[in-house]
């Protein structure tokens, strides 16, 4: 692992067991000395570059992972709207073999989902071995805008009483016992918050109004839960105090600079690709005596 990706993680991760306060997270934090403008150029032009040197080694990576064919790795992003989480899958992830990865969205559970436990719709969503998954929103929904809207918790029709401490505790628990499971079986689990300022998202939101080319992005349901900030910030900050393991941190992302957010990303994921120890596969003996006939015959123009 390099000092930068320690740095990094050092900086941004919420330490399993540790006190934390969301407060004491600066969305607009500029990366640190990793970032910071000590020669030529600018902060944006220092991550842009950080930017492009970890998606090659992502990409490495990522061939690594396949070829290996042994584990896999799942990356969870949440955040309020506009935070840019689009644009972070989409910087992010443009070097890597599209084969090789997956990204899925979740929005509003279906009747049919709404039937099942809530874990139960995320289940074959799990990346297979060998490739990258991304969960663009994620069963962290159910801790987050469930919460915060007690009326879509009551439309899951849950026996006993739903809702209490002890119920959110249980959810919690599920849901680190969930990914405890995967763990142990391959996947390795990265969890993003982008954390974007209230002020930044309200700069972004009026831009989406303003621009023509950006109207279609404007949901007046955005403004709806904007209304209810204060709320799912105490929400946030429970998940990340409950649910930051040692199996599967939560690493909370300064998103007000958008190009901080997806370098900061883009280094996390592929130092701990990269720091997984992946070999690729070694041949059998009789599978080297077949490529070495192979060689032969191909040698002798055949
Ligand atoms: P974008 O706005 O960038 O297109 P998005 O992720 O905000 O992407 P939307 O379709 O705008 O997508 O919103 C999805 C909505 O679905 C969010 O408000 C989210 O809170 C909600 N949602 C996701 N999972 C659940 C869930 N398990 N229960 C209830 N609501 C959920
Ligand atoms: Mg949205």
Not at 20 to 48: I, S
Not at 100 to 110: D, K, M
Request: net charge positive; glycine share 8%; with cysteine.
């Amino acid at each position: 692992m390099s000092q930068r990706h320690r740095r990094l993680i050092a900086r941004y991760q919420v330490r399993p067991g540790r006190r934390f306060r969301l407060a004491d997270c600066d969305p607009a934090d500029a990366g640190g000395r990793d970032f910071a403008p000590l020669g030529p150029g600018t902060v944006k032009e220092r991550a842009q570059a950080f930017l492009e040197a970890s998606r090659t080694e992502l990409a490495r990576a990522q061939q690594l992972l396949w070829a290996s064919d042994t584990q896999s790795v799942l990356i969870v992003l949440q955040a309020m709207d506009a935070a840019g989480k689009d644009g972070t899958i989409k910087h992010v992830m443009s070097g890597v073999n599209p084969q090789g990865c997956e990204v899925h969205g979740f929005r509003r559970p279906s009747e049919i989902e709404l039937d099942h436990n809530f874990l139960w719709r995320y289940w074959d969503k799990v990346p297979e071995r060998g490739r990258i998954g991304i969960f663009n929103r994620s069963y962290y929904e159910e801790v987050l805008v469930v919460k915060v809207h007690p009326e879509i918790l009551a439309a899951q029709r849950l026996p006993g009483r739903a809702g209490g401490r002890k119920f959110w505790e249980a959810r919690y628990d599920d849901i680190n016992r969930f990914e405890r499971h995967l763990v142990r079986n391959g996947t390795v689990i990265l969890k993003f918050f982008l954390n974007v300022s209230r002020a930044e998202q309200r700069r972004r939101l009026l831009e989406r109004i303003e621009a023509r080319d950006k109207h279609w992005k404007f949901s007046a349901a955005d403004l709806a839960e904007r209304a209810y900030w204060r709320e799912y910030m105490a929400a946030y900050q429970e998940m990340l105090r409950q649910t930051s393991t040692r199996w599967a941190p939560w690493y909370v992302i300064p998103a007000d600079r958008k190009y901080v957010a997806r370098a900061a990303i883009a280094a996390i994921v592929s130092g701990t690709i990269g720091g997984l120890g992946l070999q690729y596969p070694t041949l059998s003996g009789a599978a080297e005596r077949e490529l070495a006939a192979a060689r032969r015959r191909l040698r002798a123009g055949r």
